[in-house]
């Protein structure tokens, strides 16, 4: 079976090996492999040591958004966020539930956010500390333009929180050149292609050391977890990791590195989305993004305008065909989402569309454009 939904993705077969051993998190074989991971994640993330560090929290993406939010702003503290879909909207509400004050910038999330714009709204609101950028909101498939965005705010003296959670591996991030960013977050199951349990923050150090005491949680404080690695081995995790999980993630890298790092991820991925949306296309189907605001990680499709139209006995019919997709709505309109991130191949993209014309007859739709 192939998933083909953004995150949990499709694993190669030797990181789901990497799961069958056993670690103590404490003991002197599994320090140095979490040690490496944080080394090596922020290098990807264009960190310099000393002045950048790599930080893993237990858990899911949500998890580390909200431990990011809650070390860089205060209680009562204001940030911006672009509306981009379905992500953003989780990040006011995780902002909101922590006493934060979160503003809403409504943009049409068909498009990539106007640094203009958001540059306008940080003019207008002196009281606006942060921003915060959902790279790849993966609700819509738009990647939105973290660099310009983040200098926009740059240039008004605030700094940035970026959900890189579908974007890390895949986007470009270079965290030294962009001196806003207090976090980029991300997690182990999305383009590094590891299995979920690991949520992955890079800051700077400066900023960790003037956070501390924010957080209002000590399970949620991206401050306390630095101090904890400065004071402890560097591949001492504060509390019971996913051991199985950080070791499979070490091998996830290894192969990430051997495939050629971002650039060839970014590749592969705008190849197997090329195949798809194209593919689907061909089938008389209508993406919903235009092509030119089309990102690579996931693309919606318009739900066909047929009365047999079934989500469910879609996902059903094409499950039975290998290849399994998100079974709920996550556009204004109703479409179907699959994603093109995971270890998967443009070759598996185009059996993919092979199977979704399958599945569709399947089900009797006749009519495959949008309403
Ligand atoms: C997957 C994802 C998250 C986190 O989701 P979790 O289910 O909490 O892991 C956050 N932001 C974006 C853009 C995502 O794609």
Redesign the pocket.
């Known amino acids: 079976m192939k998933l083909l939904i ?2 949990p993705v499709t694993t190669h077969p030797s990181v789901r090996a990497a799961l069958a051993q056993d670690f103590a998190p404490w003991d002197n074989e599994f320090r140095p492999i979490y040690a490496a991971v944080r080394a090596r994640v922020l290098a990807i993330a264009g960190g310099v040591p000393g002045r950048h560090v790599a930080l893993a929290l237990q858990g ?3 998890f580390i ?1 909200e431990a990011a939010l809650r070390t860089f702003l205060p209680i009562g503290g204001k940030i911006l966020i672009p509306t981009t879909g379905s ?1 953003s909207d ?1 990040m006011i509400r995780l902002a909101t539930e922590a006493g934060r004050i979160a503003i809403p910038l409504p943009i049409d999330p068909a498009r990539p956010a106007d640094p203009g714009a958001i540059a306008a709204a940080l003019a207008a609101d002196p009281a606006i500390s942060h921003v915060g950028i ?1 790279y ?3 609700g819509s498939g738009v990647i939105h333009d973290a660099l310009a965005i983040g200098r926009a705010a740059h240039a008004a003296g605030r700094r940035t929180i970026v ?1 890189a ?2 974007a890390f591996g895949a986007l470009p991030l270079d965290i030294s050149a962009q001196p806003e960013i207090d976090a980029a977050v991300f ?1 182990s199951n ?1 383009c590094i292609e590891g299995v979920p349990g690991l949520g992955f923050a890079v800051c700077p150090t400066e900023r960790l050391e003037a956070s501390a005491g924010n957080a209002g949680s000590w399970s949620f404080d991206l401050a306390d977890i630095y101090q904890h690695g400065v004071r402890s081995a560097p591949g001492t995790f504060r509390f019971t990791p996913p051991a199985q999980v950080l070791v499979a993630f070490a091998t996830a890298l290894d192969l990430f590195e051997a495939e050629g790092g971002q650039p060839a991820r970014l590749a592969r991925y705008t190849a197997n989305m090329r195949a798809l949306y194209d593919g689907v296309c061909a089938l008389g189907l209508s993406p919903c993004l235009a092509p030119e605001h089309q990102g690579p990680i996931v693309v919606n499709i318009a739900a066909p305008d047929d009365p047999a139209w079934n989500l469910q006995a879609f996902v059903d019919a094409l499950k039975a065909r290998g290849f399994l997709i998100s079974n709920f709505y996550n556009t204004v309109s109703p479409s179907f989402r699959v994603a093109c991130i995971g270890a998967i191949t443009p070759a598996d993209m185009r059996q993919a569309v092979t199977a979704i014309g399958a599945a569709l007859e399947q089900i009797g739709v006749q009519r495959r454009r949008a309403a």
């Open positions: 953004p995150g899911c993406g949500h958004t992500y989780r959902v790849s909101e993966t959900d959670v579908s997690t999305k």
